[in-house]
């Protein structure tokens, strides 16, 4: 058997890879040319961005798309090689990552942090985005581990990026957790090895789904699943491994932080709904579990998954919202929004594991796709905001604030439109975010699950509102009059608004991608197809006759 062919679409699958790759490279030989470095880490951005929409109208929106496709690296046969996949999850995750990653380098190269001669952050800034981007096209879990790293080694130096005591005690913190969390990581992988023999999603989907015929004992794996989960859970930011975002993301630059908020939190949900439903979906481990207002019982590890999901979800919520109420500041309040935003993407999610009408469990996904989609577009627009309001005053603290919306009227309106979208006021993004989760909850019949979502959208409304009033409402403060605001980074605060008020207006469209997106999450078959890994006497027959390696 030869190796198996690499066509168009296969050469899309790695495009942003080494597109961003690239940026990474040149941006790092520019250093001693700011202005060319600038040029070169936005044009790759751009570039970025392109090959992204690529992927998704050639491979997966197109009418005669095929909706998965991978890439071999080296021709080599999954499972023996490194496998990359694009379908429709790692596709609407990717588009998160294009739209952010495009505002937040216009906005750098405005206001460089720390100045120009910080030549290592546009490079960085790359291979954060390379490392997430990465994770999301991956097929196996040890690149799984490795696309973490990268990402996360970028960002342990854009947590002490300032350098002062706040700033590299944030870093200790954040670097030493995710240390643990490496290693747990690869305790997980390397157990899930020994146990089933394979790393590939998709040969370890197939197996598990036939433990049988391979040798396995899949009960062991469940075990493993709960430490991945507990990985994945730090990377989302999930209570009770929450308590490295506030001083994290007041430690990183505002638009390294709606990067962090936005694009790599998502890394965790991500791997959540991969695991979870591509590959072990159809692990034969009956579970029979239960929680208050649900009951969650079937023939694969989802249920566990479920119970311990939910309860993180329920409790980020409610710790994110009550502690967004009290913060006297801007990113302190953003801060502790994303932990419960991150609540109300999970919630679906858990009750996505709890179901076992495919209907319903489609629908859930999608609720936490939409809702994960409106999350990176509004709470971008607001670290970045952040940014702006720092450049103008040199503050973010409420009692240094007053009055920025008559001090500048365009930044006022972009900060209020995100809030809204937050809130879930239609007909912006977030209603359909906000609805669809309800809808599912309700469809699920968790009553626990619709109070906690009631009580975590009241809590928005709370501490947006105080945000709002105690910022850009009342009489200007001598901090405000004495502002000069930047006119393009208000420009890029502009076009995510717009771009939240066109997401909910136009909102067919990105329904029917994120339906192709949980469609492509629930589909083990097809991935496995896809993928189609082989087994190893199939290799040594086709050595041995002479074709492929």
């Known amino acids: 058997m030869t190796a198996t062919p690499i066509g168009t679409d296969a050469q899309l699958v790695i495009a942003p890879m080494l597109i961003v790759l690239a940026a990474a490279a040149g941006t790092l030989l520019l250093g001693r040319y700011p202005r060319v470095r600038a040029a070169v880490s936005l044009t790759g951005g751009v570039a970025y961005a392109v090959a992204v929409a690529a992927i998704d109208w050639y491979i997966?929106?197109?009418?005669?798309?095929?909706?998965?496709?991978?890439?071999?690296?080296?021709?080599?046969?999954?499972?023996?090689?490194?496998?990359?996949?694009?379908?429709?999850?790692?596709?609407?995750?990717l588009t998160m990552v294009a739209i952010l990653g495009v505002a937040s380098l216009v906005f750098s190269t405005r206001h460089l942090p720390g100045g120009e001669g910080r030549s290592y952050y546009f490079p960085l800034f790359h291979f954060l985005a390379l490392g997430v981007t990465g994770a999301f096209l991956t097929g196996d879990l040890f690149n799984l581990f490795v696309w973490f790293e990268v990402m996360l080694m970028a960002s342990y130096v854009f947590v002490g990026y300032?350098?002062?005591?706040?700033?590299?005690?944030?870093?200790?913190?954040?670097?030493?957790?995710?240390?643990?969390?490496?290693?747990?990581?690869?305790?997980?992988?390397?157990?899930?090895?020994?146990?089933?023999?394979?790393?590939?999603?998709?040969?370890?989907?197939?197996?598990?789904?036939?433990?049988?015929?391979?040798?396995?004992?899949?009960?062991?794996?469940?075990?493993?699943l709960g430490l991945l989960l507990s990985v994945f859970a730090i990377k989302a930011g999930l209570v009770p491994f929450q308590f490295w975002i506030p001083t994290a993301y007041r430690a990183a630059p505002p638009q390294i932080t709606a990067l962090l908020a936005g694009a790599t939190k998502k890394v965790g949900i991500y791997a959540i709904i991969r695991l979870s439903f591509t590959v072990f979906a159809d692990a034969a481990v009956p579970v029979s579990l239960s929680l208050p207002g649900m009951t969650m019982a079937g023939d694969s590890p989802l249920p566990f998954v479920g119970a311990a999901l939910f309860v993180m979800a329920a409790a980020s919520i409610l710790v994110g919202g009550i502690g967004a109420v009290g913060r006297d500041s801007l990113e302190g309040v953003f801060a502790y929004s994303s932990i419960g935003q991150v609540g109300f993407i999970?919630?679906?999610?858990?009750?996505?594991?709890?179901?076992?009408?495919?209907?319903?469990?489609?629908?859930?996904?999608?609720?936490?796709?939409?809702?994960?989609?409106?999350?990176?577009?509004?709470?971008?627009?607001?670290?970045?905001?952040?940014?702006?309001?720092?450049?103008?005053?040199?503050?973010?603290?409420?009692?240094?604030?007053?009055?920025?919306?008559?001090?500048?009227?365009?930044?006022?309106?972009?900060?209020?439109?995100?809030?809204?979208?937050l809130v879930g006021i239609p007909p912006l993004s977030g209603f359909f975010g906000k609805f669809l989760v309800f809808d599912a909850a309700a469809r699920a019949r968790s009553g626990s699950a619709i109070v906690l979502l009631l009580v975590g959208s009241l809590l928005t409304i709370a501490y947006v509102t105080r945000a709002w009033n105690r910022s850009f409402w009342g009489a200007q403060?001598?901090?405000?009059?004495?502002?000069?605001?930047?006119?393009?980074?208000?420009?890029?605060?502009?076009?995510?608004?717009?771009?939240?008020v066109a997401v909910g207006?136009?909102?067919?469209?990105?329904?029917?991608?994120?339906?192709?997106?949980?469609?492509?999450?629930?589909?083990?078959?097809?991935?496995?197809?896809?993928?189609?890994?082989?087994?190893?006497?199939?290799?040594?027959?086709?050595?041995?006759?002479?074709?492929?390696?």
């Open 60 to 93: 997966i929106l197109a009418p005669d798309a095929p909706g998965i496709a991978t890439y071999q690296v080296g021709g080599w046969p999954a499972p023996f090689g490194i496998t990359l996949v694009a379908d429709g999850l790692s596709a609407f995750m």
């Open 162 to 224: 300032s350098g002062g005591p706040e700033h590299t005690r944030a870093a200790f913190w954040y670097v030493t957790l995710n240390l643990v969390a490496s290693a747990v990581f690869l305790l997980g992988v390397g157990g899930i090895y020994a146990t089933t023999g394979t790393l590939n999603m998709a040969d370890l989907a197939r197996r598990l789904a036939e433990p049988a015929a391979y040798g396995l004992e899949p009960a062991p794996v469940v075990g493993l």
């Open 346 to 421: 999970a919630m679906p999610v858990a009750i996505a594991t709890t179901v076992t009408t495919p209907g319903l469990r489609k629908l859930a996904i999608v609720a936490a796709l939409v809702y994960a989609l409106n999350h990176t577009l509004a709470k971008g627009l607001l670290f970045l905001s952040v940014g702006t309001v720092r450049s103008a005053t040199g503050t973010s603290q409420f009692a240094d604030l007053g009055g920025l919306a008559k001090r500048s009227p365009p930044l006022a309106i972009a900060v209020f439109i995100a809030s809204l979208a």
């Open 477 to 500: 403060t001598d901090t405000v009059e004495a502002a000069t605001v930047d006119p393009v980074q208000v420009a890029v605060l502009a076009v995510l608004a717009v771009t939240i």
């Open 505 to 549: 207006i136009g909102f067919e469209p990105v329904y029917e991608f994120a339906e192709l997106a949980a469609d492509a999450a629930v589909d083990t078959d097809g991935y496995v197809d896809a993928v189609a890994p082989q087994e190893a006497s199939d290799l040594i027959d086709s050595s041995a006759d002479g074709g492929g390696h």
